[in-house]
């Protein structure tokens, strides 16, 4: 159908009850507007600012509730990793390998991830240029896995605050599949709270403007109470706004394709 | 017909001929696109990085040369002004007063302006928040003027790099008509040479998402021979390249216009 | 003596009293350190976020006030101008024309005080690299005037911070005389109140690594009341931290000195 | 001696006599000047821009040259680690385990060395303002070690540049032992090549301006021929200089101490 994909889902897998619930909801929402879904969910928080925030269920249990997502709905699965040991584990459970950005400098993190040949989603680190991430996507193609893509979620714009840069698109573009994280681009770090706060406000401004400028897909999270979620609560779109947002993107993908 | 608007023109006034040429060819687009416009030239550079950069034919006569365009073409015409003294000068031949992005701070000149009762178009500093442009607003609704326009031309970004920050579009457009520039928006500065530099072939991208943020207007620099213009041939979209591009434009704000 | 030299006073001259009772403090610290001092006060406020801030209290009448001092205590004066018709008038009142940072690309300005023959003290733009000042010096010098200091401000960090980068100072020796501003480094632009805050609590730590990394003067305002002061409250040193300030900056200098 | 202390020694450790022979030159160096000294060597280069950038010569191996660094001359060593699991081995062969920059925020990591017992040096992320160091802290602290200091090595400006933010030495003083990395400070990251580049001819202004601004100790990389040094070459001090750069900086420490 042409139309964009969407990875989307809860920030953290905090339940099999919750994570169900989500992604019957998206669902329902992604087949009728014939968005290719992938089905997100953190199975560890492995970087929070604060050493009491909430890091996860226990890795295995949340993994296999990503694979139950899986089979229940018929969608494929994303997650992220931390480690390169986390690789393989994961591998075993999700399809798609992402690497969060604070990491995507790492390379023995990113060959492990490519090596179980596995989709590689590799999140544009805050402090990297769009240019600069060829050489991310570089060091997956160079361990034998063609199967990566790119997905931005803003540059660090003085300490308290983020800006995607639009340029970026199509110059990431030119080095594989390219992904707009529009809740993670809205994010404002380094609060004194220790919390990261977010804009959730601007979600369908950053989203138009990545279908706007020609992004393959979305990332977002959500959650049917983020005021309530364990973990970035401040950025995750309602998912009672899922339907209308994506109905509007729909609506300017289908234009975009015609020009 | 509820599509956007449009200041274009060239960088500077350099002459009759080039501004007629220009100005009927612009005017041939947009008429047939149906898009409103006003046309744009500066009647002095003030603020060039060199002192032997070109800075204009002499005031009076680059004003001359825009009302001419006025009268032949029956359109509106922008300019801008540097110095309190300027807006007297310039409001008996244009229509829209403009300050320029560096001196939107100066409370003189922005008072000065307003008094003339021309509609006044204030650039957001490269320096400034979105949100802080409401204070400029005010200054110019203070002194008893309504008409008043804010044009977004990015964000410095680091010393050679500029970002447009797309939220500044929803916000700005709480404070009044909201204008995006894309061809200063795209400017590279303290360049080495001292010769501001460019990226136009990003023009395209930066636009597109400025429509699909909902900007009101569009702003930009267009020329018959950008390489060999006196001022910003960075910059400056080729003419035989805006039919194509408000082509596709127009076509993503009537999507916009229906969500 | 080799010290450092500085350039401090009140950010607005509010009246005589006051800038008299300010200078002779600061004249009683500075002939006791060795400090050539130049005496600071502007006699309008010409950029303010909002129209509803004090702007002065007479242009004349606060230059007269400048000029007083200079007689007074035989102590240079200078001021900042803000249109190219200040520059003849303030000259006939003070030593030094300092160009504010957000006009230091306007030509016409720049030019204007080079011409009076008087001393130029340029601020660097938050928006500029150290190295692209090389162009502002050498509009002063290109109008015939030599007597060219730059005084650098911080750079713009985010919409609401700034950072010294003290990279630049080594880099605008190499054009001219170079100083440091010290509390307008510290400011916090674009708050949501409309009125710049600060870090005056940082003073000291910037202006050591300025001594330390070589400068040529310092730039300060003080004030014997901050809180009250008509501008700048939030930056402004209390005049009874200054002879600590400066009797620790002094001990660095003479070790600088030596190396 | 109330002296700052220094953490130095090249990027990576390329072999055992290249070891030795910068060791010893340093130390002849900081004996002299009684600057205690940890000696630095990277036992890995895990987080290269390019696969094909040096990677290390066998993690055990590197680890054994450090010890017999250490043991030879009497000196404690760092090394940075970048998953959990170097934590444990690392912490077999050095005296303090260092967190890369890009890695604070990763909490197992964190844990895993506080647990350990050893030293944990905490680099400040890139894009991590000093204030929000007290969580990463925190986190070492929180897992029984009190041993922790951080470490600034710029803030990213823009997508090719950094500053160092010299607010950030009295606010992370406030958390810990507080380090200035000259060398890491001056990179320039995100290069069109791939490699990043650096301003080593500003080591010295950088480094005066972190011991006038009370730093506890110095962090640099320094190789007799960094030109043909394994990483960082562009960022390296050449050994040759060390001794006229640490003479300078302990006068000026000496200052400072009496203040």
Sequence with gaps: SNNFFLLAGPCAIEGEEMALRI???IISVTDKLEIPLIFKGSFKKANRSRVDSFSGIGDEKALK?????????????????HESG?????????????????????????????????????????????????????????SGNEKVMITDRGTMFGYQDMIVDFRGIPTMKQFGTTI?????????????????????DMIETIARAGIATGVDGLFLETHFDPANAKSDGANMLHLDHLEKLLTNLVAIRKTINTL
Tied chains: 1, 2, 3, 4.
């Design 23 to 25: 992604a019957e909801k």
């Design 65 to 81: 509730i990503l694979q139950k997502v899986s089979k229940t709905f018929g969608v494929p699965t994303v997650t992220d990793i």
């Design 86 to 142: 986390d690789a393989y584990l994961a591998a075993q459970f999700v399809d798609v390998l992402q690497i969060p950005a604070f990491l995507v400098r790492q390379t023995d993190l990113v060959v492990a991830a490519a090596k179980t040949g596995k989709v590689v989603n590799l999140k544009k680190g805050q402090f990297m240029s769009a240019e600069s991430m060829k050489h991310a996507v570089n060091k997956v193609i160079d």
């Design 180 to 200: 707009l994280d529009v809740t993670h681009s809205l994010q404002q770090p380094n609060q004194t709270s220790g919390v990261t706060g977010g804009r959730p």
